[in-house]
């Protein structure tokens, strides 16, 4: 590790873009990459290379949650930020209005330099992290960049060449860059005032501070903007991600035991089905299913042999999971919706939670679980139905 004696460093990763351009179904910065996730991966590169005060994280509105989850998918994450100050906070309409964001939450902390990088940019290295850091502390401001490959040419707006460039004089810059804390700020907030829209913190530090200093970026630390770039960089041409849907709906009378994800609840009524009712892991069997593309709970199950009677649903689903694994996919999450009128559901939620990433073999924090009541309406509301929804994302 290169340590960079009397410097503050602050990382912001920039990460509150919509990902419109990937059409996986899913955030770029969330989709799994190495021992976590392509945002993980980013992000471990600075803590691994350098000393750092802190690491904040731009996000999409009420997205915090997501992120924290794909920050930490990575387990060796949380033993590398035990000393390090992490923030998640809400981004803008744009990168430049993100990172603003960033900034001035970190005005307190003062540090002296900042590194901002791209959340999508997972293969940074460890030498352009290091090259940018002592380029940002000698000049003040620094960015990775690479030759173009192809001649560079302008043109004006009707379309037509009216000067052609030397590509020795180019760069096409990359992530991280590197500035002087105070100074950026500052400029930031003049950027703010003027109502121009900035495409990156170098143009920014260009028209109200100075130079930018270029050191050699490299052509493997690629940002990922479209599905091939991921699949490319990962050699997986045939890589898939697939969504699934599932639902359940049961009636509640008395003389059962009510068993929600694996756990009872103590109540006067509970699931009517042919197996225990749990209509919780029964939309996730169908979820998980639907997904893999390997049929549904009635098919695996059907409900008119006898011997599914009264089966407990953890092991139901846990033979379904058995050959959705044995046909190559991997659980990215679950999110789930209960709606239930009585009893609180909220009490229990953390068991809820670990018994289905217990029953599926994965960490808990790949199973989300809500609640809903029916507000007095409909069977629901009127306490003599429970209905559940499980949407998930597998991928191979």
């Known amino acids: 590790m290169t340590t960079i004696s009397n410097q503050k460093i602050a990382i912001i990763i920039a990460a509150a873009g919509s990902s419109t351009r990937m059409n996986l179904g899913c955030k770029k910065e969330y989709l799994p990459l190495q021992e976590g996730t392509v945002l993980s991966t980013a992000a471990k590169a600075f803590l691994k290379t350098i000393n750092i005060s802190s690491i904040t994280v731009t996000v999409p509105k009420n997205g915090k949650n997501d992120a924290e989850n794909a920050f930490?998918?990575?387990?060796?994450?949380?033993?590398?930020?035990?000393?390090?100050?992490?923030?998640?906070?809400?981004?803008?309409?744009?990168?430049?209005e993100s990172v603003f964001n960033a900034l001035k939450s970190l005005e307190e902390d003062k540090p002296s330099i900042v590194l901002i990088h791209d959340?999508?940019?997972?293969?940074?290295?460890?030498?352009?992290?290091?090259?940018?850091?002592?380029?940002?502390i000698k000049y003040g401001a620094a960015v990775p960049g690479t030759t173009p490959v192809d001649t560079q040419k302008l043109m004006n707006d009707d379309g037509f060449i009216i000067q052609h460039l030397k590509r020795s004089n180019m760069t096409a810059v990359q992530t991280p860059q590197g500035?002087?804390?105070?100074?950026?700020?500052?400029?930031?907030?003049?950027?703010?005032?003027?109502?121009?829209?900035?495409?990156?913190?170098?143009?920014?530090?260009?028209?109200?501070?100075?130079?930018?200093?270029?050191?050699?970026?490299?052509?493997?630390?690629?940002?990922?903007?479209?599905?091939?770039?991921?699949?490319?960089?990962?050699?997986?041409?045939?890589?898939?991600?697939?969504?699934?849907?599932?639902?359940?709906?049961?009636?509640?009378?008395?003389?059962?035991?009510?068993?929600i994800g694996g756990i009872e609840f103590p109540f006067n009524k509970g699931e009517d089905g042919?197996?225990?009712?749990?209509?919780l892991?029964?939309?996730?069997?169908?979820?998980?299913?639907?997904?893999?593309?390997?049929?549904?709970?009635g098919s695996y199950f059907p409900p008119e042999e006898a011997k599914w009677k009264d089966a407990d649903s953890v092991e139901l689903l846990k033979t379904v999971w058995k050959d959705i694994k044995a046909s190559g996919w991997k659980l990215n999450n679950l999110d789930?919706?209960?709606k239930l009128e009585k009893p609180k559901f909220l009490p229990k939620r953390q068991e809820v939670i670990e018994s289905i990433s217990k029953a599926l073999g994965v960490e808990k924090d790949k199973?989300?679980?809500?609640?809903?009541?029916?507000?007095?309406?409909?069977?629901?509301?009127?306490?003599?139905?429970?209905?559940?929804?499980?949407?998930?994302?597998?991928?191979?």
């Not at 998918?73 to 430049?96: C, P, W, Y």
């Not at 989300?368 to 429970?386: P, R």
């Open 119 to 136: 959340g999508a940019r997972p293969f940074v290295s460890s030498e352009i992290i290091t090259n940018t850091l002592e380029a940002t």
């Open 281 to 297: 892991l029964h939309a996730i069997t169908d979820a998980l299913l639907g997904a893999s593309g390997m049929g549904d709970i």
């Open 179 to 259: 500035f002087l804390f105070n100074e950026l700020l500052a400029a930031h907030y003049k950027a703010f005032d003027d109502g121009n829209e900035y495409t990156d913190d170098t143009e920014i530090w260009g028209k109200y501070i100075g130079e930018v200093k270029n050191v050699s970026g490299s052509q493997e630390n690629i940002k990922i903007t479209f599905a091939d770039d991921y699949k490319k960089k990962n050699n997986m041409n045939d890589f898939i991600l697939r969504t699934g849907l599932g639902y359940d709906l049961h009636r509640l009378v008395e003389g059962r035991k009510l068993i």
């Open 336 to 338: 789930c919706v209960v």
């Open 367 to 396: 199973v989300f679980v809500k609640a809903k009541t029916g507000e007095k309406l409909d069977s629901v509301g009127n306490g003599n139905a429970i209905e559940a929804w499980c949407t998930c994302l597998l991928y191979k």
């Open 72 to 96: 930490f998918a990575d387990s060796e994450m949380k033993t590398l930020t035990e000393n390090v100050s992490l923030h998640f906070i809400e981004g803008g309409k744009t990168r430049q």
């Open 274 to 279: 042919h197996s225990d009712g749990d209509c």
